[in-house]
C-alpha cells in the first residue's frame, strides 16, 4: 500500500462500515424496500467511484522501470506525473500517472498503454453502455437514462460523438473471419434477401429551401438505406393451392407454426449504395457456405436495378421475385377494375394468383393483355392492367413459382420486410427525426451488431482495434472478458 492510497483506502473502509451500519440500524426499519434499494444504489456507486480511484492510484503508484523508449526507439526520460480524468459508470474519477519526454519527442504514459485508457476520457464501458441504448432509442432519451441511472451529465453531442466512435469498426469486424466465426450450415438452403427503405436526412438551411415547392417536391428528403438478409433454412415444401390459401387467409391454408424459422440470421444496412451493400455481403455468404448447404436463393422486389446487383455480386444464387410483390400487382389492378369493396374483386384475384403461383406466368399474362384490350374499359383501367403485365413480363424469368415450392424454397420476403421495418424504420423515423448520412450509419451499423447477437464480441473486437490504433500492440483483454467479470464476482 502506498502512502497516496492509505487515505483512500481507510476512506472505502468507512463509507462501507456506514453502508452496512446504514442497512442494520435503526434508519433502515423505518424504510421501505425502494427506498433502501435507491439508497444502496446510489452509495455503492460512490464506493465504487471510490474503489476505482483506489486501483489507479495503485497502478500508477509504480514507476515503470527504465529504459522506456518512443515508437522510433528513442529513450524517454521521466519527467513528473501528468493528471487524467477518466468518466466511468461510477461517474468522473482523476489520478495523475508517471510521465516520459526526450527533447523533439511526443511524451507518454506507460500506464496508458497497461490500462488500454481510451483517447478520449470517457470509459470503454460507459460508451458501451450508451451506445447501446441509442440503438433502441434517441440520444436525448439515452442521455436522460444515463442521468437518471448513473447520475452523469452527458451532453448529447459527447454521446453523438461517442456512438460514431463505436461504430468505427464495425465494417472490419464483419470483414474480418478471425473476429467473427460464422455458424456452421444448419439447413439446406442459403437465402439472401434485399430491399430498401428510406431515412429522412437533415435538411438544408432554411436559406437554401424554395419558398414555394413545385409539383411532386417535399420539403423532408430520404437517402434509401439498402438491407440485406442472410440466413440458412430447411425445405418447406407446399402446393401452388396452400399458397394461395395462405396469401388470400382462407381457411385450409397452413399453420404459421409448420413453417421453419430462419437460422443464425444476419441483418445489415447501408446507406453508401447497393453495390457497397452487395460487396460487403459476398464474404459473409461466402463464410457460410459448406457441405449441408444445397440450393442457393436470393428474393428481392422488382426493383432491377438492385436484382442486377444480385445476380452480378450472387451469380450462384437462383434470384426469385417475391411472390407478396407480384400479388400486390394483382389487388392493385383489381381495385382499378372493380373498386375496392366489388363483391367480385377477390374472386378475380384468385383467378389470376392461381396460375401465377403455378407457375403459368404466360398465360396470366395473356388473360391481362386481353383485358388491356377490352374496348369497355377506360384509359385508367388499361394502364392499370398494363402496367402489371410490364411487371410480370420484366420478371417473368423470376416466377417459376411451381419449381421453387417443389424444392421447398422460401418465395416471400418476410425476412427483409421485417428487417427494413425492424432494423431501419423503427429507430430512424422516430417522431421529427432527422440524419445526417454518417450518424445515422453509425446507429445502423450498432443496431445491426445487436440485432445479429454480436454484440459482446463486436465490443471485444472494437477495444483490440482501438488499443492497436492507439499503443500499436495487441490489447491486454483476455477473451471472454464478461464471463471472467462474472466469475471473479462469484
Given at each position: 500500500?502506498?502512502?497516496?492510497?492509505?487515505?483512500?483506502?481507510?476512506?472505502?473502509?468507512?463509507?462501507?462500515?456506514?453502508?452496512?451500519?446504514?442497512?442494520?440500524?435503526?434508519?433502515?426499519?423505518?424504510?421501505?424496500?425502494?427506498?433502501?434499494?435507491?439508497?444502496?444504489?446510489?452509495?455503492?456507486?460512490?464506493?465504487?467511484?471510490?474503489?476505482?480511484?483506489?486501483?489507479?492510484?495503485?497502478?500508477?503508484?509504480?514507476?515503470?522501470?527504465?529504459?522506456?523508449?518512443?515508437?522510433?526507439?528513442?529513450?524517454?526520460?521521466?519527467h513528473d506525473q501528468r493528471p487524467a480524468t477518466y468518466y466511468s459508470v461510477f461517474g468522473k474519477v482523476r489520478f495523475g500517472r508517471h510521465y516520459f519526454t526526450a527533447p523533439g519527442q511526443a511524451g507518454i504514459c506507460p500506464l496508458d498503454a497497461e490500462l488500454s485508457l481510451p483517447a478520449r476520457s470517457y470509459s470503454d464501458l460507459l460508451?458501451?453502455?450508451?451506445?447501446?441504448?441509442?440503438?433502441?432509442?434517441?440520444?436525448?432519451?439515452?442521455?436522460?437514462?444515463?442521468?437518471?441511472?448513473?447520475?452523469?451529465?452527458?451532453?448529447?453531442?459527447?454521446?453523438?460523438t461517442s456512438v460514431a466512435d463505436a461504430a468505427g469498426e464495425v465494417a472490419a469486424f464483419y470483414d474480418e473471419p478471425a473476429a467473427l466465426s460464422a455458424p456452421a450450415p444448419e439447413e439446406t438452403i442459403l437465402v439472401v434477401q434485399a430491399d430498401g427503405k428510406g431515412v429522412p436526412m437533415?435538411?438544408?438551411?432554411?436559406?437554401?429551401?424554395?419558398?414555394?415547392?413545385?409539383?411532386?417536391?417535399?420539403?423532408?428528403?430520404?437517402?434509401?438505406?439498402?438491407?440485406?438478409?442472410?440466413?440458412?433454412?430447411?425445405?418447406?415444401?407446399?402446393?401452388?393451392?396452400?399458397?394461395?390459401?395462405?396469401?388470400?387467409?382462407?381457411?385450409?391454408?397452413?399453420?404459421?407454426s409448420a413453417r421453419p424459422a430462419p437460422v443464425a440470421k444476419e441483418l445489415h444496412a447501408t446507406l453508401a449504395g447497393k453495390a457497397v451493400a452487395m460487396t460487403r455481403l459476398v464474404p459473409r455468404v461466402t463464410q457460410r457456405e459448406g457441405p449441408?448447404?444445397?440450393?442457393?436463393?436470393?428474393?428481392?422486389?422488382?426493383?432491377?436495378?438492385?436484382?442486377?446487383?444480385?445476380?452480378?455480386?450472387?451469380p450462384a444464387h437462383t434470384l426469385v421475385l417475391d411472390i407478396i410483390h407480384a400479388t400486390e400487382y394483382l389487388w392493385d389492378t383489381a381495385n382499378v377494375l372493380l373498386g375496392e369493396t366489388h363483391p367480385h374483386r377477390t374472386a378475380w384475384v384468385r383467378s389470376y394468383l392461381e396460375p401465377l403461383v403455378a407457375g403459368q406466368?404466360?398465360?396470366?399474362?395473356?388473360?391481362?393483355?386481353?383485358?388491356?384490350?377490352?374496348?369497355?374499359?377506360?384509359?385508367?383501367?388499361?394502364?392499370?392492367v398494363r402496367r402489371t403485365v410490364g411487371y410480370y413480363r420484366r420478371n417473368h424469368r423470376y416466377m417459376h413459382y411451381d419449381e421453387y415450392l417443389a424444392r421447398g424454397w422460401p418465395i416471400g420476403t418476410g425476412v427483409i420486410e421485417g428487417a427494413c421495418g425492424h432494423l431501419v424504420k423503427d429507430r430512424m423515423e422516430q417522431s421529427g427525426m432527422r440524419w445526417t448520412k454518417a450518424g445515422?450509419?453509425?446507429?445502423?451499423?450498432?443496431?445491426?451488431?445487436?440485432?445479429?447477437?454480436?454484440?459482446?464480441?463486436?465490443?471485444?473486437?472494437?477495444?483490440?482495434?482501438?488499443?492497436?490504433?492507439?499503443?500499436?500492440?495487441?490489447?491486454?483483454?483476455p477473451d471472454r472478458m464478461e464471463d471472467l467479470a462474472i466469475e471473479w464476482a462469484a
Open positions: 500500500m502506498t502512502s497516496n492510497s492509505e487515505p483512500i483506502v481507510q476512506q472505502v473502509q468507512h463509507d462501507f462500515q456506514n453502508l452496512v451500519a446504514y442497512i442494520t440500524g435503526p434508519d433502515a426499519r423505518a424504510q421501505t424496500a425502494y427506498t433502501v434499494e435507491l439508497t444502496l444504489f446510489r452509495r455503492l456507486l460512490a464506493l465504487g467511484a471510490a474503489l476505482l480511484r483506489l486501483f489507479f492510484v495503485t497502478r500508477a503508484a509504480v514507476r515503470p522501470s527504465e529504459p522506456v523508449v518512443a515508437p522510433d526507439g528513442t529513450p524517454l526520460l521521466h460508451c458501451e453502455w450508451v451506445a447501446y441504448g441509442t440503438t433502441e432509442e434517441s440520444y436525448r432519451e439515452s442521455q436522460t437514462m444515463i442521468e437518471r441511472i448513473l447520475g452523469l451529465s452527458l451532453s448529447v453531442q459527447a454521446i453523438e437533415v435538411q438544408p438551411s432554411p436559406a437554401a429551401l424554395p419558398g414555394r415547392l413545385g409539383k411532386g417536391q417535399k420539403r423532408g428528403k430520404k437517402k434509401e438505406a439498402i438491407v440485406t438478409g442472410l440466413y440458412t433454412i430447411a425445405p418447406y415444401r407446399r402446393t401452388p393451392q396452400e399458397v394461395v390459401a395462405a396469401l388470400l387467409r382462407e381457411p385450409g391454408r397452413p399453420e404459421a449441408p448447404i444445397q440450393d442457393r436463393v436470393a428474393l428481392t422486389d422488382g426493383a432491377e436495378a438492385l436484382q442486377q446487383h444480385v445476380q452480378n455480386h450472387l406466368t404466360d398465360a396470366v399474362i395473356t388473360a391481362l393483355e386481353a383485358e388491356a384490350n377490352d374496348p369497355m374499359g377506360t384509359a385508367t383501367q388499361r394502364h392499370a445515422a450509419q453509425a446507429v445502423l451499423d450498432l443496431r445491426a451488431v445487436r440485432l445479429n447477437r454480436h454484440w459482446d464480441p463486436y465490443w471485444q473486437f472494437h477495444r483490440q482495434q482501438q488499443h492497436q490504433r492507439l499503443y500499436g500492440s495487441s490489447a491486454p483483454v
